[in-house]
T-cell receptor, first 113, second 117 residues
């Protein structure tokens, strides 16, 4: 079955630590996205990529980094520079183009110890 | 200014009631797409519908229906005979072509629907 997987489901970060969230898709989509969701808020775009080895900052990229070495994978690193990382992180993928539907993974909940 | 406004933060209904979730959007583009997603308690966003700006026909899918009115920039979602399983957060989203050639989705803040037995 095609889909998007995210791991881990829960992640705990200590102060000053970098952590990496995994996102993999087997939908053969070129575009991938990372969103952050805070309680009572909509989704805010962190980074997106429309092709391997290329990505763009979204609305709230500070304190985050990404890589896109493979079409299927788009890992997100939450760096120590992100002072308020506690949130629900959602990964999505789609075909390229503004008319295309984005499909979402199950999400990773990041908590700070 | 918000591009997508979902003014209803939370709605509570009793099972079998009909409920309408409002979505108002703002764009200067003539071609754009509108989406609705459902987020159940598990957290994953589930795609419900996509409409383009040139198709103003209402759409019905089972108990779900959507009313798109360009004149009022609204894309409202109605659930008929609500069920407990409809309890979730519902998001409306707008996709525009964008100036840079890249397109992204702008989400509203969501409406939490609670359906009680």
């Amino acid at each position: 079955d095609g889909g998007i997987t995210q791991s881990p489901k829960y992640l705990f970060r200590k102060e000053g630590q970098n952590v990496t969230l995994s996102c993999e898709q087997n939908l053969n989509h070129d575009a991938m996205y990372w969103y952050r969701q805070d309680p009572g808020q909509g989704l805010r775009l962190i980074y997106y990529s429309q092709i391997v080895n290329d990505f763009q900052k979204g609305d709230i990229a500070e304190g985050y980094s990404v890589s896109r070495e493979k079409k299927e994978s788009f890992p997100l690193t939450v760096t120590s520079a992100q002072k308020n990382p506690t949130a629900f992180y959602l990964c999505a993928s789609s075909r390229v183009g503004f008319r295309e539907t984005q499909y979402f993974g199950p999400g990773t909940r990041l908590l700070v110890l | 200014a918000q591009k997508v406004t979902q003014a209803q933060t939370e709605i509570s209904v009793v099972e079998k009631e009909d409920v309408t979730l409002d979505c108002v959007y703002e764009t200067r583009d003539t071609t754009y797409y509108l989406f609705w997603y459902k987020q159940p308690p598990s957290g994953e966003l589930v795609f419900l519908i996509r409409r383009n700006s040139f198709d103003e026909q209402n759409e019905i899918s089972g108990r779900y229906s959507w009313n798109f009115q360009k004149s009022t920039s609204s894309f409202n979602f109605t659930i008929t005979a609500s069920q407990v399983v409809d309890s979730a957060v519902y998001f409306c989203a707008l996709s525009e072509a964008g100036d840079s050639g890249y397109s992204t989705l702008t989400f509203g803040k969501g409406t939490m629907l609670l359906v009680s037995p």
